[in-house]
């Protein structure tokens, strides 16, 4: 179906004020604080790690989450009715050389969450991921398929979601793949990492096997909003429908941006090192999430089937009437196309 034919779920109900957003340095709460900040302004706090001053200004509070004495005053102090926990260590490789660390921030600071939002009662929305599977499965995961990580950070966060299951049934938790957007810090996340490269005429190196469900960011932060305001508990898969090697993101990027193509590689995850190990195709279906929310919320990324890979040396050919820069590639790519729009 051409793109701008799409329509989706209509915005949903005001949720719970005031909000409190964790790990807004990361690209899907970095995205979410400045959605909800423009929504809801005046109402909206998020916080980031105290030794990370990149980000600051209004709605910006510097406290650890793992921090439990900070976190209680910050909760007496705004009073939240409700929390989109964004937060955790998603480098794969600093998780497996420091467990110590990944347990830290993607444990730790969970349960300290959840001993505040739990205290007052807050509406609790936690972000987990796709990376909790092996992607031996073979199929598309559902929400009751058993998580088999093969990572220290996927099985770090199999046990955040059980703190938050176990604390607070009425929390939902919402499995993201690759949340597609900028980075605050121009290099983190899938677009930015592996334009990054590009820029500087570096190799990228990418996986022809690691399948994914990425996501507009954009789509993302209309889902929090639906879920932070409907009663939905319990666990649910929250990537797109379009399914992405990590090399075919990197050929889409690689092409619209107007990169050289010479710079990609793509290789099988078995001729990876040791460290970090690599999941296999951990797709995920949202059927349920859709059908509890009573409309599609996730546009495919990309936005249209001509810039979707068909073969291998698909990022070298070049249509003429095809624009190519990295400013195109920041419009449809790192945001929703303005032209596909909601109903």
């Known amino acids: ?16 004020l005031p909000l409190l957003i964790t790990g807004i340095t990361g690209v899907a709460g970095y995205h979410a604080l400045r959605y909800f900040l423009a929504r809801y302004p005046g ?18 509070v510097a406290c650890n989450a793992e921090d439990r004495d900070a976190l209680a005053r910050l909760f007496d ?13 998603c480098a794969l490789k600093a998780c497996e050389l420091d467990p110590a660390l990944a347990w830290r921030l993607n444990v730790e600071g969970v349960e300290n969450l959840l001993a505040q939002s739990v ?27 058993p998580p088999d990580p093969v990572t220290v950070y996927g099985k770090t966060m199999v046990v955040g979601e059980r703190a938050v299951l176990e604390a607070d049934p009425q929390a939902c938790i919402l ?11 121009g290099h983190a996340g899938a677009i930015d990492w592996i334009a990054s490269r590009f820029k500087k005429s570096r190799p990228a190196t990418l996986y022809i096997d690691e399948i994914r469900t990425p996501t507009y960011v954009d789509c993302l932060n209309r889902v929090y909003e639906a879920v932070l305001a409907s009663d939905l508990a319990g666990i ?40 970090p190990p690599r999941a296999g195709k951990v797709c995920m279906n949202s059927d349920k999430l859709t059908q509890a929310l009573g409309g599609n919320l996730f546009a495919p990324w990309p936005a249209e089937d001509r810039w979707v890979p068909t073969h291998r040396k698909w990022h070298y050919e070049r249509p003429a009437d095809e624009p190519r820069s990295p400013e195109f590639l920041d419009q449809v790519l790192a945001r929703l196309p303005q032209n596909l729009s909601y109903a």
């Open 1 to 16: 179906m051409p793109f701008a034919m799409l329509r989706f779920a209509p915005l949903a109900p005001r949720p719970p």
């Open 43 to 60: 109402q909206v706090i998020g916080i980031r790690q105290e030794q990370d001053s990149r980000l600051s200004g209004p709605g910006v």
């Open 77 to 89: 102090r705004y009073g939240f009715a409700a929390v989109l926990d964004c937060a955790g260590n």
């Open 119 to 145: 205290r007052v009662g807050a509406r609790l929305v936690h972000l987990s991921c796709d990376l909790v599977f092996s992607g031996r499965k073979g199929e598309d995961y559902v929400e009751t398929d």
């Open 175 to 185: 499995r993201i793949s690759l949340p597609m957007g900028r980075s605050l810090n």
């Open 236 to 275: 649910y898969h929250a990537g797109g429908p379009r399914r992405l090697s990590l090399y075919e993101i990197a050929q889409i990027i690689n092409r619209l941006g107007g990169y050289d193509p010479d710079c990609l590689f793509g290789i099988p995850r078995g001729h990876a090192g040791p460290i």
